[in-house]
């Protein structure tokens, strides 16, 4: 059982389209991230979320983390060809602070 | 400021050989982690370095081992490679200290025959 479910897995969309995708589990986090990983590329940092409730915004990317902070959503207004990528949650936790990652949402936007 | 640096970028080896994978950490970071990342999946923690001390191992064998620096770069080692063992390998380096943003690399593509 993955600790963090993201969900969809993949999503294909037009450009100009808006959409959706949620990181959800049933611990509760003191923070999340958000990164974005593109084809040959690590992970890049996106947002932290802290507080339950949260909304966050980077130009047309809408983050917000769940009252109980269990579970984050990060929403995209208008996605453009260049928000293609793999959308992670995470979390820091262990005596390293180590990330535990989601399996990711695989986004593909079609110009 | 430099980013992470990671080589090689594509490697491939045979089951039962070694492989060593470098990381330059980005200036002023102290700490170094590796990640493996298989197809489809979201990067699973190895182990993570700071001041050339193992700070913290996941769920990997000890045929999985590593080395930091003085200079804080870092080697992430694999004896008796398998073929599950073919995977992104991502080294994320940060300052010292809890909840310092980690900074990824770019990440060695490792393909076992």
């Known amino acids: 059982t993955q600790l963090l479910e993201q969900s969809p897995q993949f999503l294909s969309i037009q450009e100009g389209e808006n959409l959706t995708v949620y990181c959800n589990s049933s611990s509760v986090f003191s923070s999340l991230q958000w990164y974005r990983q593109e084809p040959g590329e690590g992970p890049v940092l996106l947002v932290t979320?802290?507080?339950?409730?949260e909304v966050k915004k980077l130009k047309r990317l809408t983050f917000q983390f769940g009252d109980a902070r269990k579970d984050s959503s990060l929403h995209i207004t208008a996605a453009q060809p260049g928000d293609t990528g793999l959308y992670l949650c995470?979390?820091?936790?262990?005596?390293?602070?180590?990330?535990?990652f989601g399996s990711g949402t695989q986004l593909t936007v079609l110009p | 400021e430099t980013g992470v640096t990671q080589s090689p970028t594509h490697l491939i080896k045979t089951r039962g050989q070694q492989v060593t994978l470098r990381c330059s950490s980005q200036s002023g970071h102290n700490t170094v982690s590796w990640y493996q990342q298989a197809l489809g999946q979201g990067p699973q923690f190895i182990f993570q370095?700071?001041?050339?001390?193992?700070?913290g191992r996941g769920n990997f064998p000890p045929r999985f081992s590593g080395l930091q620096f003085p200079n804080y770069s870092s080697e992430l080692n694999v004896n008796a490679l398998e073929l599950d063992d073919s995977a992104l390998y991502l080294c994320?380096?940060?300052?010292?200290?809890?909840?310092?943003?980690?900074?990824f690399g770019d990440g060695t593509r490792l393909s076992i025959l």
């Open positions: 979320v802290v507080t339950g409730g």
């Open positions: 370095y700071y001041r050339e001390e193992e700070n």
């Open positions: 995470s979390i820091s936790s262990g005596s390293a602070r180590q990330l535990t």
């Open positions: 994320a380096s940060s300052r010292g200290g809890s909840n310092q943003p980690q900074h």
